[in-house]
């Protein structure tokens, strides 16, 4: 394991991969309708036993930064983790996120991010985490209401109160970020560190706006779902009634030729590498990674300490220049207004030969 600054923005030092836990525990198993609420899943990830043995590999195998949520498993899982480093907490970083309450049916005052909430959940979240201070403090979503003022504010409370080390925003639009990023400079606030989003080779919509932006104001992005949510493991197969793993399991992905075609690939490789899928599919990102100016760091979501050696695994295998390039065409996305028009517009920008000029690094904001 390798070990990153987090951005270019803050000196926190953080392995290569996080070990992401939403899958610490067992939830709200008897209770089926709660179950449904949020996610749409809860109660099916792994209980205390293997949870431990999972979080003890990824520490062997020198893993520092550890993420979870207030949400997650409804509580449960912030339980487990603060139980599990509580012997070596210092070593770790513990990350965690507020918006959707712990509860399992919670009353409209126990979401979204307004400060009220956040001194709230994060009180709860110390609690839980049998901690006096989270490491990286996140809101979760965007709530449709809560200026960013406030919620910024609130963030810069919870520093100079020593309850929270560093902050940042998960699953905000790009807009949100760089103006939140901006508005915290020009006030002497806190600064925002990093972002949380989706990023694989079956949703790779995250490279049109936020890792540019990112890259752009040094912020480190948190790589959410990496394996596509199980699809890019390969125990997925299209059928008829969509995508369905062995154990006939529906995945929720839409089923359009795109994607069959970015998993067949990634089969493909895999069996010219001699490795499974999944490698495969981390392997890509860490090669992306690795071109970033900014620290990216895929969230790895193991329910088995099986799952977990797989996706170690992958630290020891390196594509070739040929697989990258066909994995990138595979899943390349279109890149959508106002990137295409100015793509076509940049040689006459710079004079009708880009070569005369070096590219910016990193990107220009």
Sequence with gaps: MRYTAFGRRTGLRVSELALGTSNFGTGVRGDPDAARLLWGRRGDGAGRAEARKVFDRFAEAGGTLVDTADSAQFGEAERLVGEFVAADRDH?????KYTNSAATRPRVSDTGNSRKNMIRSVEESLRRLGTDHIDLYWAH?????????????????????GKILYAGLSNFPAWRVARAATMAELRGWTPLVGIQTEHNLVNRTAERELLPMAEALGLG???????????????YRRTEAGWVSDENRRHPRNDTDRIAAIVTTVREVAEESGVPPTRVSLAWLRARAARAHTAYV???GPRSVGQLDDCLAALDVTLDPEQLR?????????????HEITTLVQPALLGGDPERLPPATPPVA
């Design 221 to 235: 992005a948190a790589l959410w779902s990496p394996l596509g949510g199980g699809l890019l493991t390969g125990k």
């Design 298 to 300: 895929p969230v790895l």
């Design 326 to 338: 066909r994995l990138d065409e595979v899943s390349a996305i279109e890149p959508g207004t106002p």
């Design 141 to 161: 979503f965007p709530d449709a209401l809560t200026p960013t003022e406030e919620i910024l504010a609130g963030l810069d409370h919870l520093v100079r109160s």
């Design 92 to 96: 770790f970083v513990l990350s965690t």
